[in-house]
């Protein structure tokens, strides 16, 4: 049961994936190991690349955005970032986003699952109940870790400790700046500095449908889904493709097409906001108000510093620079994390209610918990992500530092542009519209210029290149200069979450504690859509975990319907 292609007759399968990115090649192969006597389809709109060089190579991964195995869903013009359309980038192929990615493994603090199990209303969202779903996934690269921890029998293995010329020295800026050393950035704090943990194996990609048994699951690639077929009983039936054949299910259908195609594909299937149906003529079949809203992302800001010595070969670029485990993963070697204070965050956040730039002002009193992660902070050993025209060369003169916001209170929203399922859909994250972003993000910016005040920092930086016509941002950096600059040359870090998010009701939510759609039979989401609030972390971790869940939540469910049956 390999690769089929779909001919001019229908299809019936027990279960049908509708995305196979990285949640959805994950969820396919663990079904069908839970369930092997039920036929699996995984249906993907991108082709089946999983060789691809710019794939399996880290080098080659920036290339990818040049080619059409990545989507570039650009936002709209953002008030708050002196009108700039911000490039949104997702995989369009098997293994989705995760053949597209950075590799970051990364795991939010527990407090953030912990508040989804408050926000959902189950505790099989909280950290302790997700914790055996990321060991099961994992193949933890150090074999004397935590074992409460970590996991040392899965399919994607992790790596750490490449030792680059900088190692030490960007380490010690962070002790002296205060950070506490973090031997572990994922066993639930990763406050201090850490280090940095990535999915790459000795230089290949670990993707979804690289690492997840994909042989006994019928993958339709190339093909894409126009709709989900309901019937009058508002159970999910089938999928119909663009091209007008149909795929029928048996038992239940998965959306995993991601934050920006699983509220499209929702909404172009009758489900979603009363004004998105009225205004594009959609027979509405589901009210639900809160598909498409709730978008968030991580924001960030880097800056670029020029080396006293680039001769001696310290970042990428520079002809010494040529060791062959720098060519294995991405050029960082330590990530740290911190919180602010609760009452820098809380007059920020108490105008945030008044202005009414939030809509979610019951959930803000949990932003000041000292365990969240509010900034994360990093160095590269290249200039990268700048943004715009900040053009610095890539010839090993330069590191660059990166500031993350990690706890966003801005929201956004999908909506759809037609009801072209080929079309792109609207994206309006409404970036940086919050105080509280701005407050988190400038105390992100102020530690850096204090890390690079250093001294340890000092014998090696000459001292920031901002883009042409800007200033340092220096110690003495007014929050005017900071603001300027993020709405200037800000990128995100491509997270994009939260478009479907699991809840309690069906006003604010989409999807309840076993994912299933409000008011629909037969009908889930598995992927970074149903996020309800942010994490800090790069999110592919968790989507794994999430997937694997999910798997164990539908195996069950058939399981008892079976024994009622």
Known sequence: MAEITLTDHDSTFDYIVVGGGTAGCALASRLRGLLPSSSIALVEHGPDERTHPYVVNPQAAPLLAQTELVVNYRTTSQ?????????????????????????????????????????????????????????????????????????????????????????NTIRQAFLELGFKENADLNDGNPHGVAPWVENWRNGDRQHSG?????????????????????????????????????????????ISCGAHRTPQLLMLSGIGPSDQMEKHSIPQLVDLPAVGRNHFDHLSLHQAWKLRFPEEGLAMGSPTFNKPEYALGFPVEWIAAYALPEHTLAAALQRDVEDRAQPLASQLATLSNPARAHVGLLAAYAPLNLGGDYDVPLDG??????????????????????????????????????????????????????????????????????????????LDVSDEDIDARVRAYSEVWHHSAGTAAMGKDTKSSVVNAELRVHGVKGLRVVDASIFPSPISAAPQATVYAIAELAADLIATDLRKSSQVG
Not at 88 to 100: D, T, V
Not at 229 to 253: F, K, P, S, Y
């Open 210 to 254: 690289k690492v997840f048994d994909l042989s006994n699951v019928h993958l339709i690639t190339q093909a894409a889904v126009s709709k989900i077929m309901l019937n009058a009983d508002r159970v999910a039936t089938g999928v119909r493709l663009v091209d007008g054949r149909t795929c029928e299910a048996n038992h239940e259908i998965i």
């Open 79 to 167: 008030p708050q970032l002196d009108q700039r359309s911000i490039t949104n980038y997702a995989g369009r192929l098997l293994s989705g986003s995760s053949a597209a990615n950075y590799g970051a493994w990364m795991r939010a603090p527990a407090v953030d699952y912990d508040l989804w199990a408050e926000q959902v209303g189950h505790h099989r969202w909280s950290y302790e109940a997700l914790l055996p779903y990321m060991r099961k996934t994992e193949h933890h690269y150090d074999l004397e870790g935590d074992k409460e921890q970590h996991g040392f029998e899965g399919p994607i293995h992790t790596t750490s400790g490449r030792v680059y010329p900088l190692r």
């Open 397 to 474: 003169s330069h590191i660059s530092t990166g500031v993350l916001l990690y706890q966003p209170t801005s929201r956004g929203r999908i909506t759809l542009a037609c009801t072209d399922p080929a079309a792109e859909p609207i994206v309006d994250p409404k970036y940086y519209s919050t105080l509280a972003d701005k407050e988190m993000l400038r105390s992100g910016v102020r530690r850096i210029a204090q890390l690079m005040q250093t001294s340890a920092a000092k014998d090696v930086i000459l001292g920031e290149t901002p883009p042409k016509g800007m200033p340092v941002l220096a």
